[in-house]
């Protein structure tokens, strides 16, 4: 038993070295590993070059264009505007909206406020911040295809306390392809609409407050027929009545009148006015929708005719328009310039304009840098610089420089002194005005022959009031 206990360990023995051999045998045989080649030494005190990207194509680098060398125009003179712009505005807004697409956010907030089975539907809060105007907070609301396809019910009302509501409604009815009626109410009751006096001398200590109701009831026709070109008809009711009333810490202007410091009311201010107007609006503009290139001419010309229902004596014209060029330096990056007259004269042998329908820049109108009402009177002239550039696929940068005032009727008192400045800066959204969001931050001067200084500043946050 014990030599055949030896006998089966030594065949086991045998038959484990055997079997190793052959497991060895057949793994593949690995290659020497390659000597390792060390990298070049990097220069003394500093890291090893980085390798020149190699021309591929054999084409060279892009050259230098004279929309690149033109570009620098704008960046040199906005450049305190474009730090204001780029640094604090655009740069945090930039990261918002990205934070805001990484996390979904559009459309979380799509769900919470806009419904129906198409999402044809919403409502939508809003808040408007218009620094020296009373800020407000309400709700925008919507309804695309109601009753039918084309036709869109928009809604909006703001307020910030029973003295200051504002209301706007509007049903858009489409007419063939390029075409569409509006039926349009507005109404507005608020405390802090401004008066400086009337001509191109006023003065910022001049500010004075006052109140204001104002019903409008409207129909407007607008079509698009070439290009960025339209033509834009209106009529309406137009009812307005100033009370006293102030704020901000301003005096109101009957204070202001019984202290004589302006010499007479402004035109209707005591008896208020119930105009009837028609409006027409041409524009003629040669460049196409964007991304195509933006270089090219825009003509605007207006003309509205009113009447004050309650005085046979009260009928007014106001008429003008604007002429600019643009020059699409880059990627949508536009310098434009642009010339702008307004005019408003009495007919039917004279007689009253209320001082709210004769000529007033500021707000989103020319001259940005100034509140909206800060220069009132018969006539205007106004040019303006402005850069504007693509940010985002809603949003565009802008900046503005404006040299302009009002004046007397036809301009008849019209001189380079009296000249004053307004510069603007800001972010707007582009499409649709029926929702908008604009941030602006703007300064306006005194004329020229009272310095030049800069005494008006605005800022402006939010969403849009009406449409």
């Not at 026709?221 to 290009?227: D, G, I, L």
């Not at 503009?285 to 509205?304: M, W």
């Amino acid at each position: 038993m014990r030599s055949l206990s030896r006998i089966l360990l030594r065949s086991t023995t045998a038959a484990a070295i055997v079997l190793s051999a052959l497991r060895a045998h057949a793994q593949p045989i690995e290659p020497p590993p390659e000597p390792e080649i060390a990298p070049p030494p990097a220069p003394p005190g500093g890291e090893s070059p980085k390798r020149a990207i190699p021309d591929y194509d054999g084409r060279g680098g892009e050259p230098t264009t004279a929309g690149d060398v033109a570009l620098w125009v704008p960046r040199i003179l906005f450049s305190p505007l474009y730090l204001v712009s780029e640094y604090v505005i655009r740069r945090p807004l930039g990261w918002l909206i990205s934070t805001a697409e990484q996390k979904q956010w559009p459309s979380a907030i799509a769900n919470l406020f806009v419904f129906g089975p198409d999402k044809k539907a919403g409502v939508v809060p809003t808040a408007f911040l218009d620094l020296g105007f009373r800020a407000s907070i309400g709700v925008y609301a919507f309804w695309d295809d109601l009753l039918g396809e084309g036709n869109h019910l928009r809604f909006h009302v703001s307020t910030l306390g029973k003295d200051w509501i504002q209301a706007a409604i509007a049903d858009r009815i489409p007419v063939g392809k390029d075409a569409s009626f509006d039926l349009r109410f507005e109404g507005v009751h608020r405390p802090d609409q401004i008066f400086h006096g009337i001509g191109p001398r006023t003065l910022h200590g001049s500010r004075s407050r006052f109140g204001m109701d104002r019903l409008q009831g409207r129909t407007v026709f607008e079509a698009t027929w070439w290009r960025g070109s339209r033509m834009t008809f209106e009529s309406g009711v137009r009812y307005v009545n100033f009370r006293e009333d102030a704020c901000c810490g301003e005096p109101s202007l009957d204070v202001r009148l019984a202290a004589g410091e302006f010499p007479e009311a402004p035109p209707a201010y005591t008896t208020g006015y119930t105009a009837a107007f028609q409006r027409g609006e041409l524009t003629v503009d040669t460049r196409e929708a964007r991304p195509s290139n933006q270089t090219g001419l825009r003509l605007e010309l207006e003309i509205e005719q009113g009447s004050n229902v309650r005085k046979s004596n009260s009928n007014w014209v106001r008429y003008g328009g604007s002429a600019g060029g643009y020059l699409d330096l880059k990627n949508n990056r536009t310098v434009s310039l642009s010339v702008t007259t307004l005019f408003v004269d009495p007919i039917a042998g004279g007689g009253e304009i209320p001082f709210t329908e004769q000529i007033v820049l500021g707000g989103s109108g020319p001259m940005r840098g100034y509140l909206y009402g800060r220069l009132v009177d018969r006539s205007a002239a106004i040019m303006t610089l402005k850069y504007r550039w693509p940010i985002w696929v809603f949003l565009d940068g802008a900046m503005q420089a404006s040299l302009g005032n009002v004046f007397g009727a036809h301009l008849h008192d019209f001189h380079t002194n009296l000249l004053r400045g307004s510069f603007a800066v800001g972010i707007e959204t582009v499409g649709s005005a029926d929702h908008t969001f604009e941030i602006l931050f703007g300064l306006g001067t005194e004329t020229i022959d009272q310095g030049f200084n800069v005494n008006s500043v605005r800022f402006l946050f939010g969403t849009n009031r009406g449409f």
